[in-house]
């Protein structure tokens, strides 16, 4: 049997992990305190909050949020930040699924003692998940699932008052973004993802706290702290193209571990040419939220669904703007167009 | 002859789902020529424990990447990995971090 190794950092613990990030083997207290500095650094370091401010904690009941109210309410306390916490959950509306992880997240309500507010895709958009999927089939409900959760936590913190949102997006999350992005050649996102603090005008700004930590630490983490979070996949596909960024992803990991934080690093320093036209960020001619078409993906979907049009927000953007803001003035001819819309749509491009 | 391991295992962050839901099974592994490591622990769980899409779980002769394995609570990676010999009442966690966020 071999010898236990000894923690790098005191000396007399017997080390529990080996940090994906250094190399460093850490012992159990070791690593619980150098984590929770690194994140309260990250917080410093890029001022994502301000005394004062109402912060919404994106609450899945997964791995990743479940730590992030942890640390802020722990981090909160410990250094005075002065911050109002509140947990926000996106009820999408999946039976089984959502109401497991929604149980998950009112578990920890309780431990955190944060307040909980639910809000669901039903009052905000008037469709659950469940009768979207009948209706669009099974393979394009994530495009839904996904822009429609992105509005909700805005919507919902926009209603509770808060000025910030944070999500509990970490390294291996934004590698993955850039990779995707760079994939694509998506310059407009690859610039944005990497950010830590995004949106100002019009949407609340969001932040990540846990930008820099990896998923092995962040897992760890909450196995060591014996945090109950909630693991099942969504019962929708899930998006096949990040399914297999993240692959890539986990294999270069596993050769080269610094890959996820020099993944990080490369969104960060890249920098577009002055002479590449950028997408112009405006904001919804119906519902006010950012975007760079005249009406958000979001109000495109919706519009589709609820004229019996499900794909129409799939596919070319050009194409779909024109049909609806055609449509916003005379009804005559919308039809015809939408029909051909509909018929001329698809992939799935998001 | 290796004799008999009497051995916990454990499944979590989701790797459950791949055995019935269960998290804790309580193993012994047959008496064998050679002595029990990982390596030959993976392919037993394969064949006696997994139920489901065991790509989701084993890749070639290791563990999926993506896939946390803490043996006696201290991360593999300090313990020699593949080729950690198993001991009696040893504690085998596999954690997966490829489920939701
Ligand atoms: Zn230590
Ligand atoms: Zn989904
Ligand atoms: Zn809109």
């Known amino acids: 049997m071999p010898a236990p190794v000894l923690c790098q950092s005191c000396g ?194 969001r932040c990540k706290p846990l930008k820099h930590a990896y998923e092995k630490e962040i897992v760890l983490y909450a196995y060591f702290q014996g945090l109950d979070y909630f693991s099942t996949e969504c019962v929708y596909a899930p998006n096949a193209y990040r399914g297999h960024a993240r692959t890539l992803l986990k294999d270069l990991e596993a050769i080269r571990p610094s890959a996820v934080a020099d993944l990080v690093h490369s969104g960060e320093r890249l920098a577009v040419r002055e002479d590449v036209r950028m997408p112009t960020q405006g904001t919804c001619q119906r519902c006010g939220y950012l975007s760079s078409q005249p009406l958000c993906k979001a109000c495109v979907l919706l519009e589709g669904l609820n004229r019996g049009l499900p794909r129409l927000g799939i596919g070319k953007p050009s194409r779909m703007q024109k049909v609806l803001t055609d449509a916003e003035k005379p009804e005559v001819g919308f039809r015809e167009d939408s029909q051909q819309a509909s018929r001329a749509i698809r992939t799935v491009d998001f | 002859m290796a004799a008999p391991l009497s051995i916990q295992l454990e499944f979590g962050g989701g790797a459950e789902l791949l055995f019935d839901g269960i998290r804790k099974h309580q193993v012994t592994l047959p008496s064998q020529p050679e002595p029990w490591d990982i390596r030959s622990l993976l392919a037993w769980i394969k064949e006696n424990l997994l139920k489901e899409r065991p790509e989701l779980f084993v890749q070639g002769d290791t563990v999926r990447p993506g896939i946390l394995v803490l043996i006696n609570e201290a991360d593999w990676e300090l313990m020699g990995e593949l080729d950690y010999q198993l001991q009696d009442q040893d504690n085998v966690v596999f954690i997966s971090t490829l489920h939701g966020g």
Request: charged share 25%; with cysteine; hydrophobic share 40%.
């Open chain 1, 12 to 205: 007399a613990g017997r080390a529990a992990l080996r940090r994906p990030k250094t190399g460093q083997a850490l012992c159990r207290e070791c690593f619980v305190a150098a984590f929770e500095a690194e994140v309260h650094g990250t917080i410093v370091a890029a001022r994502l909050f301000q005394p004062g401010e109402t912060v919404a904690v994106g609450a899945s009941g997964g791995k990743d949020s479940t730590v992030l109210a942890h640390l802020l309410r722990l981090l909160n306390q410990r250094h005075g930040y002065g911050l109002r916490l509140l947990l926000l959950s996106v009820d999408e509306g999946i039976a089984g699924y959502r109401d497991d992880s929604l149980d998950a997240v009112r578990r920890n309500r309780g431990r955190l003692g944060l307040p909980l507010h639910v809000v669901s895709y039903r009052e905000l958009y008037g469709w659950s998940m469940d009768r979207i999927a009948r209706h669009v089939g099974p393979k394009n409900n994530c495009t839904f699932c996904g822009v429609f959760r992105r509005q909700a936590l805005d919507r919902g913190a926009a209603l509770l008052g808060a000025d910030k949102i944070a999500t509990g997006h970490n390294a291996d999350d934004v590698a993955e973004t850039v990779l995707m992005n760079f994939l694509r050649g998506d310059v407009g996102r690859l610039r944005r993802c990497a950010g830590i603090l995004t949106g100002s005008e019009g949407a609340l700004p």
